[in-house]
T-cell receptor, first 111, second 114 residues
Framework: QKEVEQDPGPLSVPEGAIVSLNCTYSNSAFQYFMWYRQYSRKGPELLMYTYSSGNKEDGRFTAQVDKSSKYISLFIRDSQPSDSATYLCAMSVQAGTALIFGKGTTLSVSS | GAVVSQHPSWVICKSGTSVKIECRSLDFQATTMFWYRQFPKQSLMLMATSNEGSKATYEQGVEKDKFLINHASLTLSTLTVTSAHPEDSSFYIC??????????FGPGTRLLVL
């Protein structure tokens, strides 16, 4: 079993839809959880950074962490064509240490 | 803020040659930088952790004599792929850690070894 599991998709939605992206993990020691967006042939861009369980909202993005289930989610409201990218979850045991990434989910938002 | 650059953005080289990739934190100092490699449709895999002024820490299975890392200043880390072979062709991405412990990634360097 890999440390971090993420459905690679692809996920296709119409513009305006609510998108739900998820990752599961096996290491209960993970405490720091991140979501990155990566456009084709570009480096990952940090979207959300959360510590331990709970919710965090930033504009159209909401990140949820459920440590009891070892499950994290990213919700995108009112999705836009510009949101079309690959979304990577990442996590670490300690702040600032090397990240363990999921495989990434490819999202396509059609206008 | 928190901008990380990489140079070059892409490089093509012949088998057996060496290639140097630079990673710079432009508006902050980074005592720690990380080097990742990403194959097509795969996730980022950590290669090594680079600490300013000390030897890099390599992940299991990564040859330290093949992938030379130097972190000579608080804003610059370099990765040199020595005696490159076609199987080294990949997308190499660095990240730099800020004082707030978050990591920001560079735009990546695409290496093609012929």
């Amino acid at each position: 079993q890999k440390e971090v599991e993420q459905d690679p998709g692809p996920l296709s939605v119409p513009e305006g839809a609510i998108v739900s992206l998820n990752c599961t993990y096996s290491n209960s020691a993970f405490q720091y959880f991140m979501w990155y967006r990566q456009y084709s042939r570009k480096g990952p861009e940090l979207l959300m950074y959360t510590y331990s369980s709970g919710n965090k909202e930033d504009g159209r993005f909401t990140a949820q962490v459920d440590k009891s289930s070892k499950y994290i989610s990213l919700f995108i409201r009112d999705s836009q064509p510009s949101d079309s990218a690959t979304y990577l979850c990442a996590m670490s045991v300690q702040a600032g240490t090397a990240l363990i990434f999921g495989k990434g989910t490819t999202l396509s938002v059609s206008s | 803020g928190a901008v990380v650059s990489q140079h070059p953005s892409w490089v093509i080289c012949k088998s057996g040659t060496s290639v140097k990739i630079e990673c710079r934190s432009l508006d902050f100092q980074a005592t720690t930088m990380f080097w990742y490699r990403q194959f097509p449709k795969q996730s980022l895999m950590l290669m090594a952790t680079s600490n300013e002024g000390s030897k890099a820490t390599y992940e299991q299975g990564v040859e330290k004599d093949k992938f030379l890392i130097n972190h000579a200043s608080l804003t610059l880390s370099t990765l040199t792929v020595t005696s490159a072979h076609p199987e080294d062709s990949s997308f190499y991405i660095c990240s730099a850690r800020t004082s707030q412990e978050t990591q920001y990634f560079g735009p990546g360097t695409r290496l093609l070894v012929l």
